[in-house]
């Protein structure tokens, strides 16, 4: 019997975060294990008068290519990647594995050669990105390994998933339409500030956000969402921090990370475990060690850490930060193949100031 649930979460995926029209190129990314999605986006898309198609990847296939390529192979620059790059109009990505570990002995340093090869296409997505040429969006398909990660059964970590994503409302649109009025009065609040300041345990952290933009992620390019983010001014970030959950990038994990930056980039990087890995991302590229990004998580619906930082970075009461690439639309411009965002728990004393001024304490906005 289908789960009317995922019906549901295709038509929000279709028509209110991709938006998907006719005659639109869809190309629609998951694993076998995502078939029930899958299916009804497909549909959905077809309904829509849209040409989608399915690139289905088979579980563990990266850790293959990490372990076998030769260095030829891991800079090679796919021309059916560019074509992507240049012509795909939507794009969703579903995430769905069997073991969320393939990726846990593989060498740092040839994930990080990698990803700087690819960073003109990565780039270049980013910039139709932000000029609206390509729409994309992730989100996940409960599976196992998730849910073990996660420390739930099965059944627990699907209601957890497709809750987060609203499909328990008789409109999930119409509730995603309210996270983002909700969500623009805090981007409102924070678009005239030029200075914030982070402090929890073991943070203090500074930078400007003047002329910058504070985006509204309601939904639209991660499912599920709830936050609202910005690109920091590339040289002002100075001072500490200390991320309180474990830190997951590319299938691998660092935890207790703590760093330090001045102008802008981290110049001391520590982690109680992971730390080769940690550092061998920080030198993916010279843009790698500085901020892309700065973002408070809003979703209260979200309070358990998971390991997938789809979920966790949304976590109400939390923010991340995210080394590497800024995004455009905001006024970034570091520019990297690595985007890493980073968790920290702001609800048992964590503080922002705006221009001096206290708006947020113990993971709330003080403004609501």
């Known amino acids: 019997m289908k789960d ?19 005659n639109h190129l869809f190309m629609i ?11 009804a986006v497909y549909r959905e898309a077809l309904v829509a008068g849209a040409h989608p198609f399915v690139r289905a990847g088979l579980p563990g296939l990266a850790e293959v290519f990490f372990k076998t390529a030769k260095k030829h192979q891991l800079t090679h ?77 099965l ?45 929890s345990a073991g943070t203090d952290l500074t930078m400007s956000v003047a002329g910058r933009k504070w985006i509204n992620s309601d939904g639209k390019k991660n499912m599920p969402s709830g936050e609202v983010f910005t690109s920091p001014v590339e ?26 930056l001045k102008n802008g980039r981290v110049v001391k990087a520590d982690a109680g475990k992971g730390k080769d890995f940690l550092l061998a991302t920080l030198d993916t590229d010279e843009g790698a060690r500085g901020v892309g990004e700065i973002a408070i998580g809003t979703n209260y619906s979200i309070q358990k850490f998971t390991k997938n930082t789809l979920f966790d970075e949304k976590i109400g009461g939390t923010i991340h930060m995210a080394l590497g690439a800024s995004y455009p639309e905001a006024g970034g411009m570091n520019k990297s193949a690595v985007h890493w965002d980073m968790v920290n728990d702001m609800r048992d004393g964590g503080k922002i100031y705006a221009d001096g001024k206290i708006v947020y304490k113990d993971g709330r906005f003080t403004l609501e």
């Open 29 to 39: 990314n998951g694993t076998p294990l995502a078939e029930p999605l899958i299916a």
């Open 4 to 22: 009317p649930r995922y019906e549901r979460l295709a038509k929000v995926l279709v028509h209110y975060c991709l938006d998907v029209q006719k």
């Open 235 to 260: 040289d002002s970030i100075e001072g500490k921090i200390s991320f309180s959950f474990p830190a997951c990038y590319g299938g691998r994990e660092a935890h207790d990370v703590k760093l330090t």
């Open 155 to 199: 059944d627990e970590y699907e209601d957890f998933v497709l809750r987060a994503c609203l499909t328990h409302r008789k409109d999930p649109v119409a509730a995603w339409r309210g996270v983002h009025r909700r969500q623009a009065k805090m981007c409102r609040a924070l678009s005239g500030a030029k200075t914030l300041r982070i402090v």
């Open 77 to 153: 620059l796919s021309p059916i990647s560019e074509f992507t790059v240049e012509s795909i109009d939507r794009v969703l990505n579903i995430r769905a594995t069997d073991n969320t570990k393939t990726m846990a002995n593989v060498d740092p340093k040839k994930q990080a050669m990698a990803s700087a090869a690819h960073r003109p296409y990565f780039e270049r997505y980013m910039e139709r990105s932000a000029a609206g040429e390509l729409r994309w969006s992730v989100t996940q398909f409960p599976c196992q390994a998730s849910a073990q990660d996660a420390e739930m059964s």
